[in-house]
Structures are given as C-alpha cells and as structure tokens.
C-alpha cells in the first residue's frame, strides 16, 4: 500500500530497528485527536455562525483559529491515507474519506499522487507528481521568455501563497488528472458530489452569503499555511535532489526533506508535520510520534534544523544547481 515496502532489504540498518518502535498507532491518542481537531473545527464554525450579525470581525479573528484546526484535520487525513492513523485498513479510509471532504481533498486522487511523491522526491528524473515544480539551471537557461515567465509567475510568493491556495483546494482537487483510471475518476467526482450537497445543505439553513464568508477565509488561511510546509519541507538551500541512479531513499529522506522547527503552539496545529525527515523515513509513524521519535534518537538529530525565521529564505529559491548541489536564487545564475 505504502512505498514504504520498497525500502531495500536491510536487517542491519539502525535506522529501520528504530522506526519500527514508532509505527503503531495508539487508537485512544488517535480518536482523541479527531476530537480535538475534527470537533473543534465543528464547534468553532457554530461559534462563527453565531457572531457573524454581532461581529464580522470577531468572526474573522476565530476563522484564523478555525483555520488552525483545519491544517490539523489535514493532517489526519493525510496520515489515513498512508495507513497510520488506524491499524485498522477500512477504518483508516472512512475517517480519510471523511476529512478529505471537511478539507475539500479527495481521498483517492490526493493519495495516489501523495504516493508518488514519496516515491519520487529528490529525483531529478520523477519530478512533476505530488511536488513543487523545480527546474534545475540548465534547464532553465533553455526556456523560451514566455516559459521563462510563466515560471517565475508559478515560483512567485504572491502567487504560490496568494492565489493557489483558493485554485487548489475549490478547483484543482476536482479535476481528475489524465493517466487516472475510470475507477478513480468516478471517486473524484462522487467527492466533488458529496461536497457540493454538504455545501448546499449549509447554504440552505444558514444562506450562500453566511456561509462564503465564513468558508472561504478559512479555507484560504488553512490552504495558504499548508502549501507554506508542503513548499518549506522540499525547498530550502542544501536540499537533497539527484539522479535515479544516485536516488537512495534513506539519504533523500534525510537531506531532502526539511526538519522544521516550529514554536510549540504551531507545531501541534501542523501535527509535527515539520519533522518531515523523519516523517518520509517512514509513513507509517502515526504524526503525533513524529517528535518522540525524534527527541529519543540521536541519529535523526544531526540533521540541521529549518527554523521559523530561516524559513522565508526558502521563498527566495527558484532553481536547482547541479553543478553547487543547491537551490538557488534567479539572480544567483
């Protein structure tokens, strides 16, 4: 189900003994975190309806909260789909498919792409499923002005942080892609279907103009946070990327995602998602293990840390050097 089957044999590797003691989901932390986090959002959407007459401010502040517990159940819904949350295959699925409409993502579609990403990133030869687009130099140099602008255009801030956000979770996550089966294509329209009569059934107690003024600064505010650790894990200075022939998974794991070091309080919203090294050595580890893991083995803390401020370096690197081995800015070619 997971790449993580196509690790190479190795009974030997310190690494693969000690991830192992992480890979079991406790079913009680697991519901408890659906509480708090599924729930909350429920509980805080209530709340907006609420002082939507009495306060559109107060109800813009709690959509940044709303916001925050949104990214949580993403979270969720991301680690049910790599079988992590639940031991149990079927339980796992339902609670994804579940989120997956809380947080405008279907379950199949995203997964299957998340699944290649796992088993492609840092390879200079798979990019272009489940990633940022990154060029290297050379390749670059060889666009025409229009690619070349259109790549500066997708690799801007503004727009990656600005406007995808809305793009990607209200249009994109709805259009199946090509090489999709007519199987998982029916999947993706059954979940854009299941949305749009949850969304209908919401419009039609509490009216259109209630309800897109509460969803949509909380979809853009969680959508915006969760493309910035989507971009921060894969995108910053000494980056791992190589060939398919240098390609190993342990070392792309390591050094090719970010160990991201978030202040307490957002760590727990992003459900340690930051320990993303660790969290591509193994998909198994249920996300609320991620840090345990980490804090218990001195072999996951020599990585150099990513911090909160070091972070907006990342919004500056635009392309991959072959020749440096390192992400770097236009200007710097």
Same mark, same amino acid.
């Given at each position: ?181 007519? !199987?998982?294509? &029916?999947?993706?329209? %059954?979940?854009? +279907?299941? *949305?749009?009569? /949850?969304? @209908? #059934? ?6 259109? !103009?209630?309800? &897109?003024?509460?969803? %949509?600064?909380? +979809?853009? *505010?969680?959508? /915006?946070? @969760? #493309? ?106």
């Amino acid at each position: 189900m997971d790449n993580f089957s196509t690790i190479k044999k190795d009974s030997n590797a310190e690494w693969i003994e000690i991830i192992k003691r992480y890979n079991s989901p406790d079913p009680v932390k697991s519901w408890w975190q659906i509480i708090n986090s599924l729930g909350a959002y429920i509980v805080l959407w209530v709340i907006m309806i609420l002082t939507f007459k009495t306060s559109y401010w107060l109800t813009l502040i709690l959509s940044v909260l709303a916001a925050g517990f949104m990214v949580r159940t993403f979270i969720i819904f991301h680690d049910c789909g790599h079988g992590s949350f639940f031991k149990s295959k079927s339980l796992n699925k339902v609670i994804g498919i579940i989120t997956g409409l809380v947080v405008f993502t279907p379950y199949h579609k995203w997964h299957n792409e998340h699944r290649i990403h796992h088993q492609t990133v840092g390879n200079l030869d798979k990019r272009g499923t489940g990633d940022v687009m990154t060029l290297t130099v050379d390749e670059y140099i060889h666009l025409s002005r229009w690619r070349r602008f259109s790549y500066r255009l997708y690799r801007n801030p503004f727009f990656l942080f600005g406007v995808a956000p809305l793009l990607v979770f209200t249009l994109q996550q709805r259009v199946p892609a090509k090489h999709m089966t007519g !199987k998982e294509k &029916l999947y993706v329209h %059954l979940s854009s +279907l299941a *949305i749009i009569a /949850a969304v @209908g #059934l919401i419009i039609y107690f509490i009216g259109w !103009k209630k309800f &897109l003024f509460i969803q %949509l600064p909380v +979809l853009y *505010i969680a959508g /915006a946070h @969760g #493309l910035w650790l989507f971009y921060v894990q894969h995108q910053f200075r000494n980056v791992l990327w190589t060939n398919t022939e240098n390609w190993d998974y342990k070392s792309v794991a390591l050094k090719g995602s970010s160990l991201f070091k978030l202040p307490g309080i957002l760590n727990w919203f992003t459900g340690n998602i930051g320990y993303h090294h660790i969290h591509h050595l193994s998909p198994l580890i249920p996300n609320y293990n991620l840090k345990k893991c980490h804090n218990e083995n001195s072999l996951f803390q020599e990585i150099r840390p990513i911090t909160f401020w070091s972070a907006f370096e990342s919004l500056m690197l635009r392309l991959w050097d072959e020749k440096r081995q390192l992400l770097v800015r236009f200007n710097e070619i």
